[in-house]
């Protein structure tokens, strides 16, 4: 297909590229075996330039250390924190810590051997190196590469919280099932929720999510566990429209990018109201997407609760310390003036009973047809008030928690209408609110 040895030519890393990669790897696998006093007994390079699936412009280094089973973890910890400053890197965490330097990075583990249960996250990581690079035949690599890039293209590629969808070891395991690219997304347009996938055939995961791809070195463990309904049902549709009708537009869709005119004449056509709430909050980006998506959650369902019809809500973060919670409401009855139907004169026993009760009201009681109506007024909370005690509930239950309820303690700014224009001087914001607001898929934009 042409369109596909297009894309290949766009995403294939050039020889130029591969060849500073391969120095840059063997520079510091070199470098981490002359150096003496740790407790590692392995230098090994894995990740995806190690098994040559990586995408043009955007590859990692990896490189494990590996450690004997019976080094405890404080001791790894240590060790990672004074490699770090022997070679210039900072120590970041994720479920463990580990070093980066520029674009490689440095990450600890036990070493384990087939069959074996790992003892620390990264464990298996070596393991799935083996497996793929052991299986995935050479002209199979780009096959990887295409669907990565689909991946990325319609926004389900990466398994951090932020996108909840496809790691790149899971593209690889599918491509070893299904042999290639269009088999792959052949397959996913017939796939229903809770899809079952175990390639050695000795799964024994047991647990109910959208996806379930059995690792092939652990059958205890689901790869797919982070691909959320949604993106299994982008990556459904995707599939389905993209064999219908093949466009480059699934790889490199366009960049949405409204101006605060166009999101302000969209909020003026919809007559809808959008609130943020923002609050400054640090930490690693998958703690704080995890967080912020629950207080999403929370904090619409107060909404809710106060009769606001929310139409849709969201949550972004610019991962230095910044995070944004925007809902659209629709619908809002704002009217301090209410009526009261009570019952036909006739039903003597409750029509003086309403009569005494509403004597008092200020627009009432009186008689329409035959029935005793009254108005009287009742105090309605703005939207702003409203979104704030519903983030102050939020904040004394401790309903949520981590950096985001330290965030809230320290102080949030709600604000409401054309005002949230004002966070879109930031353009990654502002592009997430122009995908909020126009909902298409990125291939149709």
């Known amino acids: 297909m042409e369109i596909l040895e297009e894309v290949l030519r766009r995403i294939k ?9 391969l120095e ?19 230098v090994y390079p894995a990740g995806s330039f190690a098994r040559d699936t990586h995408l043009r412009g955007s590859s990692d280094i990896d490189i494990f250390l590996l450690y004997p089973k019976d080094v405890p973890f404080e001791k790894i910890e240590a060790e990672v924190k004074k490699l770090a400053s022997l070679l210039g890197g900072e120590v970041n965490y994720a479920q463990h810590p580990y070093i980066r330097i520029g674009d490689v990075e440095i990450v600890p583990a036990y070493k384990i051997e087939e069959g074996e249960r790992p003892i ?6 070596p393991l799935h190196n083996k497996y793929v690079k052991s299986h995935l035949k050479n002209h199979q690599k780009d096959e990887v590469r295409l669907l990565k890039a ?10 951090e919280v932020k996108v909840e969808g496809f790691s790149g070891y899971l593209c690889e395991l599918l491509i070893v099932k299904y ?9 996913a347009s017939h796939w229903k929720y809770g899809e079952y996938i175990d390639i050695e055939g000795n799964g024994r995961v047991r647990e109910r999510r959208p996806l379930i791809v059995v690792d092939p070195v652990d059958p205890y463990r689901n790869v797919a566990h982070t691909v959320s309904k949604k993106s299994l049902a982008i990556f459904i549709t995707a599939s389905r429209s993209f064999l219908k009708e093949p466009s480059l537009s699934f790889f490199f869709p366009n960049r949405l990018l409204l101006s605060p005119r166009e999101i302000r004449n969209i909020l003026l056509k919809r007559n809808s109201r959008l609130v943020a709430v923002v609050m400054k909050v640090n930490g690693p980006p998958d703690n704080i997407w995890a967080q912020l998506k629950r207080f999403g959650r929370l904090l619409d369902r107060s909404l809710r609760a106060k009769n606001n019809i929310m139409l849709q809500w969201d949550v972004w973060t610019d991962e230095k310390g910044i995070g944004v919670f925007v809902g659209e409401i629709v619908g809002r009855y704002t009217a301090f003036i209410h009526k009261r139907i009570g019952p036909p004169v006739y039903n003597k026993e409750h029509a003086d009973r309403f009569v005494e009760i509403h004597k008092e009201d200020e ?7 035959d029935r005793l109506v009254s108005f009287y007024m009742k105090e ?4 702003l008030v409203e979104v704030m005690d519903s983030v102050m509930e939020i904040v004394e239950n401790e309903s949520v928690g981590g950096e985001v309820l330290e965030g809230l303690k320290r102080g949030f700014e709600v604000i409401e209408g054309m005002e949230v224009l004002k966070l879109t001087k930031n353009d990654d914001f502002r592009e997430f609110l122009s995908h909020f607001l126009v909902r298409k898929f990125p291939w149709q934009l």
């Open 380 to 383: 309605e909370k703005s939207l």
């Open 24 to 42: 840059i790897q063997r520079f510091f696998e070199e470098k981490l075996k002359q150096i003496e006093g740790f407790s590692f007994v392995d």
């Open 13 to 21: 890393p050039t020889e130029e590229e591969n060849k500073k990669l």
């Open 120 to 125: 620390s996250a990264t464990d298996r990581t």
């Open 150 to 159: 689909f991946m990325k293209g319609i926004g389900v590629y990466g398994a």
């Open 363 to 369: 627009f009432g009681p009186f008689v329409e047809e």
């Open 179 to 187: 042999g290639s690219f269009l088999d792959v997304l052949r397959a």
